[in-house]
């Protein structure tokens, strides 16, 4: 009796059979891929700036510790979770 693969081998190789026997499969990989650059590396670049940038890991730490308890009011940009 021989041991299956595990569900990640057996996902990655459904994508890459069905992408290989499509006729445009080689061009979407690449716009796939394309968009994903441009989604994590240019627009996080650009448009999304560090919420605690420029602060040293103590004052990050009581930020989030504050963020946590509540007891500190969050900016406009920041995400709130009640």
Request: charged fraction near 20%; proline fraction near 5%; glycine fraction near 6%.
């Amino acid at each position: 009796m021989s041991q299956q693969p595990s569900i990640f081998t057996r996902i990655w190789y459904f994508y890459r059979d069905g992408f290989k026997n499509m006729t445009w499969g080689r061009p979407l990989i690449w716009l796939i891929l394309l968009k994903l650059f441009v989604l994590f590396a240019i627009l996080r670049v650009f448009f999304f700036k560090p919420a605690m940038a420029g602060m040293s890991d103590e004052q990050k730490s009581e930020v989030v510790g504050e963020r946590l308890s509540g007891s500190a009011p969050c900016n406009d940009n920041t995400l709130t979770i009640k």
